[in-house]
């Protein structure tokens, strides 16, 4: 009998989720890959949002072994956790207030931009969405269908204004295992499991770019053999229009 169960429950069931995404989200996950290899072919980038724990996926996709070196973060201190958690939960619900964090960034016809909420209805990530289909990218949201419907209350969310929805899944309130003795749930999945199909998606379109002959524009480990080379390459490739490189 496992000593852990509450921790043992956790990772069965997130797991499970995890082994249900492309059932789940198969065909959301090939538009996806569908969007930003044309982004790639056309020398376009992958910009992506989130707030709170959201902006982390983000951050997974940037300067990432493994990953595509056209991603580009946006970043900015407000509406992430590090410098006033409580401050940015307020920051990412004033309307407006994401205009001037977008203002950094040319975003365009030729890109692709990723929203992520996982309760997919506060000012920042709605905004976020319409100032991206207003440029002309292709919007792809990562959010929650089931917290979005019921937080929602009549305002708009960010899975009725993208071209793309990623379904992670998530219960209201994210946690999905219960608290025995109480009415408290833990184990939150959204990070998880956005993380995942984010990755899907970039290993589909390296792999594409790869088989058709073109070179794909992955980050090696720092550590793996003639990773300085060709990051470096990569660095001087896209610094110009990423400003977290």
Do not use: W
Not at 119 to 124: D, E, I, K, P, R
Not at 196 to 214: I, P, T
Request: proline share 5%.
């Amino acid at each position: 009998m496992s000593t852990t169960p509450i921790a043992a429950a956790y990772l069965a069931e997130l797991t499970a989720r995890i082994g249900r995404l492309i059932e789940d989200n198969g065909q959301a996950i090939a538009a996806g890959a569908d969007a930003i290899e044309h982004a790639a072919r056309n020398d376009g980038l992958v910009y992506i949002f989130g707030t709170g724990h959201s902006h982390m996926l983000a951050l997974e996709a940037h300067y990432r072994a493994g990953g595509l070196a056209l991603t580009v973060p946006i970043l900015s201190s407000a509406v992430m956790l590090h410098e006033g958690a409580v401050a940015s939960t307020v920051y990412e619900r004033i309307p407006g207030a994401v205009a001037p964090i977008f203002a950094r960034y040319p975003i365009g016809a030729k890109d692709v931009l990723i929203v992520i909420s996982n309760s997919g209805v506060n000012a920042a990530p709605v905004e976020a969405a319409r100032i991206g289909k207003e440029r002309g990218a292709t919007v792809i949201a990562v959010t929650s269908e089931t917290y979005s419907s019921q937080a929602a209350q009549g305002r708009p969310r960010i899975a009725d204004i993208a071209d793309i929805v990623l379904d992670n899944g998530a219960p209201a309130g994210d946690a999905i295992v219960d608290v025995p003795g109480c009415e408290l749930r833990v184990g939150p999945i959204s990070t998880s499991v956005g993380a995942a199909m984010m990755n899907a998606m970039f290993a589909e379109v390296a792999a594409r770019l790869a088989s058709a002959g073109s070179d794909a524009p992955i980050y090696l480990s720092a550590n793996m053999p003639g990773a300085k080379e060709v990051n470096d390459a990569l660095v001087a490739r896209y610094r110009r229009r990423n400003p977290h490189l």
